[in-house]
Nanobody, 124 residues
Framework: QVQLVESGGGLVQAGGSLRLSCAAS????????MAWFRQDPGKQREFVAA????????YYSDSVKGRFTISRDNAKNTVSLQMNSLKPEDTAIYYC?????????????????WGQGTQVTVSS
């Protein structure tokens, strides 16, 4: 079993920055993929960024590429999402997720464990 706990959400003005963190516990992480998704009420859950735990390869959606950076801390079993140049359309609940297969996918249904989510609100 894996537990994921997100932190770092909040309210920020457009153009500002936030850093989200996701602390993972319950299993030793080696060949997994960790990702961030986001969801607005009434909309589908959207892929934001992912990182392959073992090799550090990163993947981004076109909407956040160049503004967001995903990183990992192997010693702390933590994945972070640095969000810069935030826009009102980035407003959503952000979720951390783990795919145990280590095959990168943007499909949320492929991810096995999810955190509870953290709210990010960007005001214009």
């Amino acid at each position: 079993q894996v537990q994921l706990v997100e932190s770092g959400g909040g309210l920020v003005q457009a153009g500002g920055s936030l850093r989200l963190s996701c602390a993972a516990s319950g299993r030793t992480f080696s060949s997994y993929t960790m990702a961030w998704f986001r969801q607005d009420p009434g909309k589908q859950r959207e892929f934001v960024a992912a990182i392959k735990w073992s090799v550090g390869s990163t993947y981004y959606s076109d909407s956040v590429k160049g503004r967001f950076t995903i990183s990992r801390d192997n010693a702390k079993n933590t994945v972070s999402l640095q969000m810069n140049s935030l826009k009102p359309e980035d407003t959503a609940i952000y979720y951390c997720a783990v795919d145990m297969s280590n095959i990168f996918t943007r499909r949320p249904e492929s991810y096995d464990y999810w955190g509870q989510g953290t709210q990010v609100t960007v005001s214009s």
